[in-house]
Structure formats: structure tokens, C-alpha cells
């Protein structure tokens, strides 16, 4: 038996991925069984490596001839390390796989599908994903993320090639027409920004990805970057055929080593299949506040990321004082497909001004964690519980907090609230970036309160006061309430109104939003004078 040596991506405890030889057994069959092991972060954290090596072993030790692919992860965070065979029915599930488990599931033949106490069946009929209606993620965990071959034969190209046979203008327009808004959290319509960058003349002109995925309970930009980079690249050149640039930047954030890896080992792979479209993958500061959008320009332009006044707009002098669109991950990742599909197929999906879908992130004290990408319309609750599965704790579920650690804590009252952008702004919160964090009825929601105060005052870029003096006022007058001086509570709102009011960019602005919706919808967390 010969046995050559392949590669695969290990996790280091606290660096980078490093590399592994594994053996791999030259077999004299055209066709070799496909395994997949997930190569996401997630799944690295709970042994993915350790199972891939174990396949790997156990394949060789048995003469078994496999292809072994390290896909993204499905986003069923609960089940992993997923493992998937590719089989003449199709991919099956195993999982959650161990390293220990391998040696059994080889006996019981799960090349080829067998029965096994971790068989989940086709994958694909897995409830949880036949549920949802996936776009932007739609090829993550199918494809392997570092073979350009493998996206294009699943659909990937077809939008970009649309776009080059369409004047900037054509471009922009099918973008407005779908409806697409900022999934960073704003959610500014796209084609506004777009047109706009398009209609400022100038020599030259940026493409930059916010992938600053900074917020608590938020891992959808993470998971497209490691599952499915060459999306990512697509809509970015699609963005820079609409509005003149031909240069791009992935502002990927300092502690996504996995994500940088895979951006620029598929970079590597893309060969011509950006065209004239260059894009360069730059690691991010390391500081929270450079998730707003001049902060972050600022420390790519190689300065401290410190927020800028407004105007003028990145869209009219952005990066290096040039017209710049700025978007995040899973924006440019939905633009792909409305151009190959039409913009009329993703404005159909939705409802009210919100088009399209968004992948939704649950996380916190919930049974069932991971991505879930629906159409806006459901209800809060049908996400927490019939993807959810409610609390991991079995208590009942008292708060949730949606959109970062700058979002409202929602009581159980709002969960019917409906997963629109102007639903959630008409009860005082947002949807952020559709990260969803989950609390059950143990929580203080005075202690998440001061939670918020002190992350402001760690993350601040400290240029104004209300933000830099504020947040540190407010953790200091929370303790107090805590300690007993309810008649502080009063001293509060008045700091949630000017740092509402005064501060320069959302870090400052938003930490009341939390602050001032736990006030209000759980009062007695803050003394019972103030029930």
C-alpha cells in the first residue's frame, strides 16, 4: 500500500492555523469517497482537527482511499464537529464526532453512509437547516473554501459575470431595486451608497469590507469568510464594476486568524477570476470602535482608529480622501446572487422596507446556537424557540439582547416582535447585525446594565466627552443604585440623554440603548422603589 502525505489546517492553541502531515493512501479507483471535516473555528474549539486526524489515521490504517475536505461549518453549532460522506444519496451527517468516535463509525462503514448512533441522516433534511431559506450562506459547509473550481460549479461566478456584460449604472440600479440594506447594523440602503460613490468623480476609488465583526453573539461574517471566501470577492468586484474601483480591502478584525488564513489562501486560488478587481486582506487593530466605518479608515490609512466628524462621508472622501464604499461581509456576499438571480427574486422575499434575508446568529443560554439565514418576517420567538430550542439552561427564558452589545435587552413581552428593521426600531431596539444573545431567568439585568456602561468605557476611542467621561460615570453611578441609592437612577437618565445626545459616533450614542431598556422593562433589578 502506498501512502502519500497531504495537508491539513491544525489550530495552535493561541496563534494562527499551523500545518499537520497526515497520511492519505494512493488508491487505484477513479473515484474516491469525499469526507468533510470542518475547518471553522467553532468546530476547531471543540476538536475538529483531533477528528480530521483521526479519519485520516484510521483511513490509512485500513487501506481506505478518501478525499478529506476541511468545509465551513453548517452553522449547527451544537452538533459540532459535523461530519459529512458524500455518498450516492448524497452528503450524510454525523455528529457530534469525536475523536474517539472514528474507529466506530469506520466499523459501522459511514463511507457509505452506514447506521451509527451520530447518524443524522442526508444533511440536507436536518429540520433546523430545511427550515431556512439560505442566500448569502447558502454554500457554506457545502464547498470547499479554498477551490475556486468547486464555487464556480456550484453557482458561484454567474453574478459577476452578469454584472461585466451591465454599464455601473445597470449595477447600481438592480442593487437599489433588491431592496439590499447594510447588514453592518445601520442598515443604510446599499444602492444609495453605491450611487453615490458612482456619481463623485475621481481618479481613483476604494472598495473596503467592514469585517470588523466586533459584537457580541456575532459570528456570520467569520463563518462566510472561512466557508465561502470566493463570495465575498465576488461582491466586492461586482461593487467595484458599479461604481470605477478596481481596488479592494477586507478589514478583517485581529482575532480571526482562521478567517485571514482562509481569505488569503483563497486569494491565492482566484487566479484571474477577479478580472482587473485587486483585493488585499489587512488585519484589523484590535480595537472595537474601528467597526465604525471612519475609525476603521483611519487605522487602514495606518493611524490610531479614531472616529471621524461627518460630512464628508467615506462616500465622497473615504479612504485615502477617495470616493469609498464601505460594507460589511454578508452585504457584499448577498449581491452575488441578485444579480445572477434578478433583483426582483430578492425583493420578494421580506417584508416592509426589509428585503431579502439575514443571517441571524443565537447565542448566549440557548439549546441550539448558530446561523440561522431566513427572510425578515418571522417573530422573535419562532426564532428562539422553533430554531432556538429555548434556553440551554431549561429555565425560562427572561431577555434577550439583538444587535451587539449596544442593543436592547428585550423582555419576553416583545418576543412576538416581528424580525424587521423598522418593527424593532418602533420598540426601541435594532437589529444590528443579527446577533441574537440569550439570558434566562437568573439573569441581573442591573448587572448587564453596568455590563454596557463598562464596555463603552473600555472600548471608547476616547475623542469626545460624553462618550470617553460618560461611560465611566455610568458604571460608577450604576454601583451606586446597586448598593442601594435608588434615588441615583434619576442621575441615569439624565447621562443616557446626553451621551444619546452629545456623542460623536453610535459607540457613544447607543451604550444607553441597553442601559435605559433594562431600566425599563425590568426595573426591579434596580431597587424596589423603582418597581
Known amino acids: ?101 472514528v474507529p466506530g463509525l469506520f466499523a459501522a462503514d459511514f463511507m457509505a453512509g ?48 452578469q454584472a461585466r456584460a451591465m454599464a455601473p449604472a445597470a449595477i447600481v440600479a438592480a442593487v437599489s431595486e433588491s431592496g439590499l440594506r447594510g447588514r453592518g447594523g445601520a442598515a443604510f440602503p446599499a444602492g444609495i451608497k453605491w450611487q453615490t460613490v458612482l456619481a463623485t468623480a475621481a481618479a481613483q476609488k476604494y472598495i473596503v469590507c467592514n469585517a470588523d465583526e466586533g459584537d457580541s453573539g456575532t459570528f456570520s461574517d467569520r463563518m462566510l469568510m472561512e466557508g465561502d471566501p470566493f463570495q465575498l470577492f465576488e461582491g466586492m468586484a461586482i461593487a467595484g464594476l458599479a461604481v470605477g474601483a478596481t481596488q479592494g480591502y477586507i478589514y478583517v478584525r485581529s482575532e480571526y486568524p482562521h478567517a485571514i488564513a482562509a481569505l488569503e489562501a483563497a486569494l491565492e486560488e482566484a487566479g484571474d477570476f477577479l478580472g482587473s478587481f485587486k483585493v ?48 460589511n461581509v454578508i452585504t457584499f456576499a448577498s449581491v452575488p446572487d441578485i444579480l445572477a438571480q434578478g433583483a426582483a427574486a430578492y425583493r420578494d422575499l421580506g417584508v416592509g422596507r426589509s428585503r431579502g434575508t439575514l443571517p441571524f446568529q443565537l447565542a448566549g443560554n440557548i439549546k441550539h446556537g448558530g446561523l440561522v439565514e431566513v427572510p425578515f418576517g418571522l417573530t422573535l420567538r419562532q426564532l428562539l424557540y422553533d430554531f432556538g430550542g429555548g434556553s440551554r439552561s431549561g429555565r425560562p427564558l427572561r431577555a434577550v439582547q439583538v444587535g451587539g452589545p449596544l442593543g ?79 434615588e441615583q437612577i434619576e442621575l441615569l437618565q439624565d447621562l443616557c440623554e446626553t451621551m444619546s445626545q452629545g456623542s460623536l459616533c453610535a459607540m457613544g450614542s447607543m451604550t444607553p440603548i441597553p442601559v435605559m431598556s433594562a431600566l425599563r422593562h425590568f426595573p426591579g433589578d434596580f431597587g424596589d422603589k423603582h418597581k
Open 1 to 101: 500500500m502506498k501512502v502519500e502525505t497531504a495537508t491539513i489546517e491544525v489550530a495552535a492553541a493561541d496563534s494562527a492555523p499551523a500545518s499537520l502531515p497526515l497520511p492519505r493512501v494512493a488508491g487505484s479507483r477513479p473515484l474516491r469517497t469525499t469526507v468533510f471535516v470542518p475547518g471553522d473555528a467553532a468546530a476547531l474549539a471543540l476538536g475538529a482537527d483531533a477528528v480530521a486526524v483521526a479519519i485520516a489515521t484510521e483511513a490509512a490504517r485500513r487501506g481506505i482511499d478518501l478525499r478529506l475536505v476541511r468545509n465551513g461549518s453548517r452553522g449547527m453549532v451544537w452538533l459540532e464537529p459535523l461530519v459529512e460522506v458524500a455518498t450516492a444519496q448524497g452528503r450524510i451527517a454525523y455528529g457530534p464526532v469525536a475523536a474517539a468516535d
Open 114 to 161: 452506514g447506521a451509527h448512533a451520530l447518524c443524522l441522516g442526508p444533511t440536507d433534511e436536518i429540520p433546523w437547516l430545511a427550515r431556512q431559506q439560505r442566500l448569502a450562506c447558502r454554500r457554506i459547509g457545502v464547498v470547499d473554501p479554498r477551490s475556486l473550481a468547486d464555487y464556480v460549479a456550484r453557482g458561484g461566478g454567474e453574478g459577476l459575470r
Open 408 to 486: 436592547a435587552y428585550l423582555p419576553t413581552s416583545q418576543f412576538d416582535t416581528v424580525l424587521d428593521y423598522e418593527a424593532f426600531a418602533t420598540i426601541g431596539g435594532g437589529l444590528g447585525h443579527g446577533g441574537i444573545v440569550a439570558f434566562d431567568d437568573t439573569v441581573d439585568m442591573a448587572q448587564q446594565a453596568r455590563y454596557a456602561m463598562k464596555f463603552c468605557a473600555v472600548e471608547s476611542c476616547g475623542k469626545c466627552t460624553p462618550c470617553r467621561i460618560g461611560s465611566t460615570r455610568g458604571v460608577e453611578v450604576i454601583d451606586r443604585i446597586r448598593a442601594g441609592q435608588e
Open 280 to 327: 488585499e486582506v489587512r488585519k484589523g487593530a484590535g480595537s472595537y470602535v474601528c467597526g465604525e466605518e471612519t475609525a476603521l479608515l483611519e487605522s487602514l490609512e495606518g493611524r490610531r482608529g479614531i472616529v471621524r466628524a461627518k460630512p464628508p462621508l467615506p462616500a465622497i472622501c473615504g479612504l485615502f480622501g477617495q470616493p469609498t464604499v464601505i460594507n
